[in-house]
């Protein structure tokens, strides 16, 4: 539902109105937040120090970590700095010594979530690649041509194509959509839509693409958990979602655009200026990065690719749009260098993340959760049992979609196959856990992302929208629960 790449889905989001950073997670805090956020960063360390002292295998203190991470995170501190508090706290309980924790460390940049990382940093050096091409724009520019001259409701859905087609492309939401808003705003502006209208397309739009986007972050995630390859991902839970979005989307931006007429929230020419024009020179480009993502989807859906296949199929990707448009082979590797570069905080982020589950599965407090409680999961029926899950992944930590997905996958991935939940099931449950929060109840980064892009000021009805779209979302993937556990 709604995390080149997720990139952004889990970073650009969360600074798209920002200058360019090195840092993908940072937030500004007020003084007494922050004082707040590090108080709790030392309780829980300290907590982690009593917890080593009366605590030996398996234990429920394994948990603190978690909680720790999520508290943290929820309250607003940087994602990667949270992480490392956790990681400590972790290590403190685990009561490892230094050569131990080297020896983690080196284990964890082999491991599967440090790979989707890094998948998610080469995405972002492919969509430097293009944006400085030109591709990005020039996939915009075409769906509005095929689609901006048919009326209004044309107009709406093709910006929600538009953004569809970018952000499947690109693997990110708000960074995707950074690139077509110069496009897509003077459009909508000229035509009438409101600020708040127009985010709703762009976010209603950019939310189908990332839950059908082949390398994005988390969705790899899930193919790989539920052991099924793309084109299965998208039958089972990706394409009703996508297509569920698209049907809902011009009744909600009509809805919205009623709302919000009558208050006058309209662009001026300041806000949104001329449409950028789109070079003729970037139409080769733009035909053989097409080409190539379709080649690159098909043989991943037919060979059933795992996580390690985007490392080959980004690059090439990227190499090969730069050369079609005859850039310097310096060029190409500093372009794409510098994309990689604005979210190095990622890959550090997941690296941390996977060192901080080798250490939550080494204390291994959910095999206590599991003498506890395992009898009356194991009881339960599989319907109840993805229902329980998919909720309980609603809830997770944002800001890490793909390791949230691993996370539940090696805690309750068994336990669910043993209860019979079939791959399809399992690919709705963690789709659902991993994107549902994009969609509501609360703000989260991608909606401040999208509306900033759109110029709207109105978190209400960015609200409103994501729940105009949560609540048939959850209708839709109940009826499919219902009949997949059957």
């Known amino acids: 539902m709604a995390d080149s790449n997720e990139a952004s889905n889990e970073a650009t989001s969360l600074r798209s109105d920002k200058k360019e950073s090195s840092n993908a997670y940072e937030i500004s805090l007020s003084p007494r937040r922050s004082r707040l ?55 403190i309980i685990g009561k490892m010594g230094v050569l131990e924790i080297g020896t983690l460390l080196g284990d964890s940049l082999a491991d599967q979530i440090t790979i989707i990382g890094l998948i998610i940093m080469l995405g972002a050096g492919v969509g430097e690649v293009l944006k400085v091409t030109g591709v990005a724009q020039s996939i915009v520019s075409s769906v509005m041509h095929v689609f901006g001259r048919s009326g209004r409701n044309a107009v709406v859905f093709g910006v929600m194509i538009s953004c569809l087609i970018l952000v499947a492309s690109l693997g990110t939401l708000a960074g995707a959509i950074a690139i077509a808003a110069p496009i897509l705003l003077p459009i909508t502006a000229r035509l009438g ?12 739009g950019g939310c189908a693409g990332l839950a059908i986007a082949p390398f994005a972050g988390s969705n790899v995630a899930i193919m790989e958990a539920a052991e099924v390859n793309y084109g299965q991902y998208i039958l089972y839970g990706a394409g009703p979602i996508a297509l569920l979005s698209l049907a809902l989307g011009i009744p909600i931006v009509s809805l919205m655009q009623r709302w919000t007429a009558k208050k006058g929230d309209f662009y001026s020419a300041e806000e949104v200026g001329g449409a950028e024009t789109v070079s003729s020179s970037s139409r080769l480009p ?44 310096q060029d190409i590797v500093s372009t794409i260098y510098r994309g990689c570069s604005q ?85 709705v449950v963690l789709l659902f856990a991993s994107k549902a929060d994009t969609y509501g109840p609360f703000p989260n980064g991608n909606m401040i992302g999208v509306m900033g892009l759109a110029r709207s000021t109105n978190l209400r009805n960015m609200l409103i929208t994501g729940w105009m779209l949560l609540v048939p979302a959850c209708v839709l993937y109940f009826i499919i629960l219902f009949v997949e556990t059957r």
Not at 48 to 67: N, Q
Not at 354 to 379: E, K, R, T, Y
């Open 193 to 204: 839509f409101t600020k708040s209208a127009t985010a709703s397309m762009l976010f209603i």
């Open 286 to 329: 733009t035909a053989v990065f097409l080409v190539l993502l379709a080649i690159s989807v098909v043989f991943a859906a037919v060979t059933s690719a795992g996580t390690t296949f985007p490392l080959l199929a980004l690059p090439v990707l990227g190499i090969a749009t730069a050369v079609a448009n005859r850039m310097r082979p």
């Open 343 to 427: 979210v190095i905080s990622i890959f550090l982020l997941f690296w941390l993340l996977a060192a901080l589950f080798i250490v939550i599965d080494l204390l291994a407090p959910f095999d206590v959760v599991m003498d506890l409680f395992g009898s009356q999961l194991q009881s339960a029926s599989p319907f109840v049992f993805t229902v329980i899950i998919a909720l309980l992944g609603w809830v997770g930590v944002p800001g890490a979609t793909a390791a949230q997905v691993v996370l539940l996958d090696k805690v309750f991935g068994d336990l669910g196959a043993t209860l019979g939940v079939t791959a399809g099931s399992w690919v």
């Open 37 to 91: 956020i590090w108080s709790l960063a030392g309780l829980g360390i300290v907590l982690a120090i009593v917890a080593a002292f009366v605590s030996d295998g398996p234990t429920l203190w394994g948990l603190l970590p978690i909680v720790l991470y999520a508290v943290l995170a929820i309250l607003g501190m940087d994602i990667v700095v949270a992480t490392v508090v956790s990681v400590v706290a972790g290590l």
